[in-house]
């Protein structure tokens, strides 16, 4: 904004007394007349002129004069002690107001005390000649309303505000100090405030005077703004304050100082209310990502073989081979019966490898037909033959980057197997009806339930396709040979098919333990999961029955599997502890080993120290 569009320059000019146009918002003078630069004895200047250059040391009292002409909109004063240019104290009477349209814009008539006291004493004695006593006792309320005044422009402040003389004594406590400190001016006028409400530190040690900034104000003639003490109330409890202690001068004589503060209490508890609220986030973000890294380990550690349940001789060298095999691309071949889990390892082998985030393509060569197979297995061209309507990529491009898994090997034609092999070796792949071979890089993996050595000696599988796919294998051992699986797979199956029912969980009981065990399980461990959903669906009274064979238990049978009693204690034994282990530990009660056992706790107890179960064996 330019001066003339505060104030036209001639009616500036016009004005017989000293006037400033002064932006407090930046503590600018915008303009002024010639008897306001012979009064403060400066010139204009083409740099910005600072109005508090000419208040010095009292504009902590032109600052609160400021804010009541905001508040009323005009005031005056001559508290306020202004300096010329050359260092001059001056005796003046202030007036301002704002000018309209124009925040934080006032203008100032400054007029010398001297000139006005001469003519006020001239006045003053006509009028106390002329008046008399009365005229007086009105000149007296005069001065005591102007003084008045001024404790309503203090007490109208929502800071704190006090002052201290040269000796630390109180010399005057506004109401919001007051009621901030629980201290009345009684209390606080004419005594060392130090002692009252500054004497102590937050954490108990004593705050000295000689330390205290506000003292240091007045001593050394400083300004001081704290952003982070105490002072004491009344009552004793502390309040949280920031501070500017500022000198003050009568005369050019330092007298005291004058302290502007306020209560920032609420607002540091807010600060520590909310750096906790971000420590506990903190903390809380980095438990998740700690139990978030436990549980992505303890997924990939269960889930690492796919659910290969069993601590048998067998399973571990079988898991063993899969670690060693997985993060390698050689070529594997699972052997063993219908129902081992070949397509579950398989599956173990390819999540352990590097190729895991590409697709593992399982094709069953014995389950598609012989016309079909070649055009399912290498791919086709629309047209190529007949009944190829579209183009369509075989198994081998569907695996590329990752696993090709070819299930009863055996089964595939010798025409095909032929085929297959010079894909292999070859690692091109030609669709049927196509002239161009795409690349492909995959890993294979071979699975037969058949002896493939008879195979070959009966020209049903080409050695040389044996000998390309059996590079690393791996033999799958039936159900009956490793029956020390049997307790925790049960458990295990028995979970998954509940999950899948929607049907309550049952009681495994030790006779159902021991019958399970004691079965040769020709259908391998497919044939447990059949045995224990059909159990599931036919049990109803809160224990599983199961049914084996042509739908008869052992005992209808008749056939007999007799067992030493060595081997009965420890197939005891090994029932107790995975009931532990599936009620985490839990003894009595609902969900507890003595329920799902089905026997009563105390007995359940007993069988413990019988057995000799200690906690850590069964401890979650």
């Known amino acids: 904004m330019t001066p003339e569009t505060l104030l036209p320059d001639s009616l500036l000019h016009a004005l017989p007394e000293a006037a400033v146009v002064l932006d407090t918002s930046v503590d600018q003078i915008l303009a ?367 695996a590329h980057g990752g696993t090709l898994f070819l299930d009863d090997i055996e089964e595939l034609p010798l025409e095909v197997q032929g085929r297959l092999l010079d894909a292999l070796r070859s690692r091109t792949v030609t669709r049927l009806g196509d002239t161009r071979a795409r690349d492909i890089d995959l890993r294979v993996i071979a699975a037969t339930s058949k002896d493939l050595e008879r195979a070959v000696a009966a020209a049903r599988l080409r050695e040389d396709l044996y000998l390309t796919l059996n590079v690393f294998p791996i033999t799958c051992h039936p159900l009956r040979s490793r029956k020390e699986d049997i307790p925790e797979l049960t458990l295990h199956l028995l979970a998954m098919a509940c999950k899948r029912l929607n049907r309550p969980l049952p009681i495994v009981t030790e006779g159902v333990i021991q019958r399970l065990s004691s079965y040769d399980w020709p259908g391998n461990v497919r044939e447990l999961g059949n045995v224990i959903e059909r159990g599931i669906i036919v049990s109803n009274g809160g224990k599983l029955i199961v049914e084996l064979g042509d739908g008869k238990t052992p005992e209808q049978t008749g056939i007999s599997h007799a067992k030493t009693e060595h081997e009965m204690q420890a197939e005891i034994r090994a029932n107790l502890l995975n009931c532990l282990k599936e009620a985490d530990g839990k003894v009595a009660g609902p969900g507890g080993a003595a329920q799902l056992l089905g026997v009563p706790a105390p007995t359940f107890y007993s069988r413990l120290k019988r057995y000799g179960l200690s906690k850590t064996e069964f401890s979650p």
């Open 32 to 398: 002024w007349n010639p008897p306001a630069a012979e009064l403060l004895g400066a010139q204009a200047s083409s740099t910005p002129i600072h109005f508090s250059q000419f208040v010095r040391n009292d504009l902590p009292n032109f600052v609160v004069f400021a804010s009541e002409v905001d508040h009323r909109g005009e005031g005056w004063t001559r508290d306020i002690r202004l300096t010329k240019r050359d260092g001059t104290p001056l005796k003046c009477e202030i007036r301002a107001r704002q000018i309209a349209g124009h925040q934080n814009c006032l203008l100032l008539l400054i007029s010398d005390l001297r000139d006005l006291e001469k003519r006020a004493e001239i006045t003053a004695a006509a009028e106390i000649f002329r008046a008399g006593l009365a005229d007086w006792k009105r000149t007296e309320a005069f001065f005591a309303e102007l003084e008045r005044q001024n404790q309503l422009i203090l007490n109208a402040a929502g800071e704190g505000i006090y002052g201290v003389n040269a000796e630390g004594k109180t010399t005057f406590v506004n109401r919001a100090a007051q009621e901030m400190l629980g201290w009345t001016s009684e209390d606080l006028l004419g005594h060392d405030i130090h002692s009252k409400i500054h004497h102590q530190r937050l954490n108990g040690e004593k705050y000295h005077s000689h330390d205290c900034p506000i003292y240091r104000s007045f001593r050394f003639e400083q300004v001081h703004r704290i952003e982070d003490e105490v002072f004491w109330r009344k009552d004793g409890k502390p309040i949280q304050v920031e501070y500017v202690s500022t000198p003050i001068y009568d005369q050019q004589v330092l007298a005291g100082a004058v302290v502007i503060f306020r209560d920032i209490t609420e607002r540091k508890e807010g600060e520590r209310k909310l750096r906790e609220a971000m420590d506990e986030v903190a903390e809380l973000r980095d438990r998740l990502e700690q139990e978030n890294a436990y549980l992505q380990e303890a997924i990939t550690s269960e889930r690492a073989h796919h659910d290969i349940i069993g601590n048998s001789l067998p399973t571990r060298q079988l898991l063993t081979k899969i670690d060693l095999v997985g993060p390698t691309d050689a070529t594997v071949l699972i052997s063993g019966e219908a129902g081992t889990g070949k397509a579950l390892i398989a599956t173990a082998i390819h999540k352990a490898s590097a190729r895991s985030q590409r697709p593992l393509i399982h094709f069953n060569c014995g389950s598609v037909a012989p016309d079909a197979l070649e055009a399912e297995l290498f791919g086709q061209v629309r047209g190529g033959y007949q009944n190829a309507l579209r183009d369509k990529p075989g198994k081998l491009e569907l």
